[in-house]
């Protein structure tokens, strides 16, 4: 099955830095890429994703890169800020594989320094 | 769009009991939903994977007798817990999928003391 790592696992910036999570992926047949934000005791939240016939998405301070070759793909972060501080997951699925079941990386707890 | 609610948001209960935690869909069809167990500091772990109008499907070593789930509609999931004890005591939550992309219920903090 699929497996995905995701580094590293904690991650202190200042605000105003860029940050960046990366994570690799084991089926290259995965085609879809969310990323997930969850403050602490919240539901976790969608804040972009990116499909395999895209390389790059940008959504404001936020851009999503993804090389299927070497099958890993990047959240970055750029202008941080004390609010984007808490747990980003990484995850990857198979269009129509298991009700387009996701499977998750172990997180990335960020901590935005004011 | 894309609404999930999830009740109770918080339960303590007896060893012993059952729980039921429902998962809901409130602005789309969801045929399927996934429920999820989360640690303190930990990624989230699926349970089951609940398709509408048929059985769900357990990932391997989450007891399917203990853990019940029924979808009975395309905007309901419900999970009960049943004969609850302590090491059960865990954040649940479910999601709904809309397309490719899976939304998520605000979770249950179980408590079983």
């Known amino acids: 099955g699929e497996n995905v790592e995701q580094h590293p696992s904690t991650l202190s910036v200042q605000e105003g830095d860029s940050a960046v999570i990366k994570c690799t992926y084991s089926d290259s047949a995965s085609n879809y890429f969310p990323w997930y934000k969850q403050e602490l005791g919240k539901r976790p939240q969608l804040i972009i994703d990116i499909r395999s016939n895209v390389g790059e998405k940008k959504d404001q301070r936020i851009a999503v890169t993804l090389n299927k070759t070497a099958k890993h793909f990047s959240l970055h972060i750029t202008e941080t800020q004390p609010e984007d501080s808490a747990v980003y997951f990484c995850a990857a699925s198979i269009s129509g594989n298991a009700g387009n079941m996701l499977t998750f990386g172990g997180g990335t707890r960020l901590m935005v320094k004011p | 769009g894309a609404v999930v609610s999830q009740h109770p948001s918080r339960v303590i209960c007896k060893s012993g009991t059952s729980v039921k935690i429902e998962c809901r869909s409130l602005?789309?069809?969801?045929?399927?939903m996934f429920w999820y167990r989360q640690f303190p500091k930990q990624s989230l772990m699926l349970m089951a994977t609940s398709n509408e109008g048929s059985k769900a499907t357990y990932e391997q070593g989450v007891e399917k007798d203990k853990f019940l789930i029924n979808h009975a509609s395309l905007t309901l999931s419900t999970l009960t817990v049943t004969s609850a004890h302590p090491e059960d005591s865990s954040f649940y939550i479910c999601?709904?999928?809309?397309?490719?992309?899976?939304?998520f219920g605000p979770g249950t903090r179980l408590l079983v003391l």
């Open positions: 999601s709904a999928s809309r397309g490719q992309t899976q939304y």
């Open positions: 602005d789309f069809q969801a045929t399927t």
